[in-house]
């Protein structure tokens, strides 16, 4: 992850699409659609509170296609965020590197602040 002038830019970041992110719920949903069988793969977890323009924060569903190996229709459904400008330093919480487990998917198990 590379920082410069204090926010954070993808590699792939153009203005007109954003980043794209995605609550912890719908993580492994994303994650298993979009990048089944990638290895180290980059996760930033942000604080939006903390992003610049609080309010540029754009709600989309997204009907994810289902592939023939899903058996869950229902979790095809991802509730995507766009960030329309690069994100700022201070928003960045943590960045884990993760690979797929050996049948090519994700697995994440997420805590929130207080739970063992």
């Known amino acids: 992850m590379q920082i410069r002038d204090g926010v954070y830019r993808p590699e792939f970041f153009r203005e007109e699409n954003g980043v794209e992110t995605v609550c912890g719920e719908d993580l492994n949903t994303y994650l298993n659609h979009e990048f089944a069988g990638r290895k180290n793969l980059l996760l930033v977890v942000i604080e939006t509170s903390r992003l610049k323009k609080r309010n540029a924060i ?3 569903q997204s009907k994810r296609e289902s592939d023939e190996t899903s ?5 095809d459904k991802v509730t995507i965020y766009r960030i329309p400008e690069p994100i700022h330093k201070l928003a960045v919480l943590d960045k884990i590197r993760i690979d797929c487990n050996e049948s090519g998917t994700f697995d994440i198990q997420l805590r929130q602040d207080g739970e063992h």
Request: glycine letters at 0%; a neutral charge; zero cysteines.
């Open 71 to 75: 058996r869950d229709k229902s979790s």
């Open 58 to 60: 754009k709600e989309e």
